[in-house]
């Protein structure tokens, strides 16, 4: 089992619908989540990180961890065209200070 | 302010030959890492390195050699270039352990023929 997994891609979305990423973890002392965002040949930004049970919320986006289940998702509501990217979810592990990347879920919105 | 920068950004190597991908960070950052990245995957980590002075493996260190020569700079070594090493090389650095963002470098493009 790897480490970190997301679902398998690629999503595509209408404009303007809502986009829902998911990933999850094997490690259950994980502490903290991060979705990144990357453009073809461009590096990974910050959307956001969560390190809480429950909802986070940045405008259009919205992360929701559960560690009893050991999932974190990213919803994306009204998805602009310019929200097409690669998602990739990370999870730092405490206890060896690594930061462990998924395989990253390439969303496709549709104008 | 530059953040992290990594050189070069396009090398291509020949098989067996070697050579450093260079990386430093002006943030003042603890941890730095290396991660390859391969079309349809996510980024694998090679490396990283907690602190000045300590180093330690990551999922793919095979062929992979690493220098923390001070707390700016984390240098990735392949000492044999190997065509399975082609791949987009990112370096990265963050505050601390929990909960602080890690803030990637533009990265390498490499080529092994």
């Known amino acids: 089992q790897k480490e970190v997994e997301q679902n398998s891609g690629p999503l595509s979305v209408p404009e303007g619908a809502i986009a829902s990423l998911n990933c999850t973890y094997s490690d259950r002392g994980s502490q903290s989540f991060f979705w990144y965002r990357q453009y073809s040949g461009k590096s990974p930004e910050l959307i956001m990180f969560?390190?809480?049970?429950g909802d986070k919320e940045d405008g259009r986006f919205t992360a929701q961890l559960n560690k009893a289940s050991q999932y974190v998702s990213l919803l994306i509501r009204d998805s602009q065209p310019s929200d097409s990217a690669t998602y990739l979810c990370a999870v730092i592990k405490t206890s060896y200070d690594k930061v462990i990347f998924g395989p990253g879920t390439s969303l496709s919105v549709i104008p | 302010n530059a953040g992290v920068t990594q050189t070069p950004k396009f090398q291509v190597l020949k098989t067996g030959q070697s050579m450093t991908l260079q990386c430093a960070q002006d943030?003042?950052?603890?941890?730095m890492y290396w991660y390859r990245q391969d079309p349809g995957m996510g980024l694998r980590l090679i490396y990283y390195s907690a602190s000045e002075g300590t180093t330690d493996k990551g999922e793919v260190p095979n062929g992979y050699n690493v220098s923390r020569l001070n707390k700016r700079e984390f240098s990735l070594r392949l000492e044999s270039a190997a065509p399975s090493q082609t791949s987009v090389y990112f370096c990265?650095?963050?505050?601390?352990?929990?909960?602080?963002?890690?803030?990637f470098g533009e990265g390498s493009w490499l080529t092994v023929v």
């Open positions: 943030m003042n950052h603890n941890s």
């Open positions: 969560i390190y809480s049970n």
């Open positions: 990265a650095s963050s505050a601390s352990r929990v909960g602080n963002t890690i803030y």
